[in-house]
């Protein structure tokens, strides 16, 4: 199976927009399992909050944490409205410095993915 990192925004000043946010990560995870990837999705580290009122991670610990995931991943998909988070545009700084593939949408990367493979 091929790891695929999913790069979306999760955060935002609103809480509604941030659920939107973590749902595309998930939805998108999904549809990557489905289709026989094995997807690194960085929305569902919204968990870890559950516990933050005694074990505090701080931002910088997550970005290091998916840098770390996305460095052994073989390719990237990244969703829409990405150009404001600086998170994401680390992520694709970090993997096109490492020569991942970046795929802009679920259509790009099973393309670009088929024509590897062929």
């Known amino acids: 199976m091929k790891k695929v990192y999913v790069a979306g925004p999760i955060s935002s000043d609103k809480t509604e927009q ?3 946010n973590l749902r595309n990560g998930i939805v998108m995870g999904s549809k990557l399992l489905n289709l026989g990837f094995s997807p ?10 559950m516990v933050q009122d005694t074990l505090h991670i701080d931002a910088e610990t997550y970005y290091e944490h998916d840098l770390q995931w996305l460095a052994v991943c073989d390719c ?6 990405y150009q404001k988070s600086k998170g994401v545009l680390a992520e694709i700084k970090f993997a ?3 020569d ?5 949408g679920l259509e790009a990367l099973i393309i670009g993915e088929l024509c590897l493979n062929n």
């Open 76 to 81: 990237m998909v990244v969703l829409p409205d």
């Open 40 to 49: 690194y999705v960085p929305h569902l580290d919204y968990q870890y909050n």
């Open 18 to 20: 941030s659920l939107r």
């Open 96 to 98: 096109r410095e490492r």
């Open 100 to 104: 991942i593939p970046v795929y802009y």
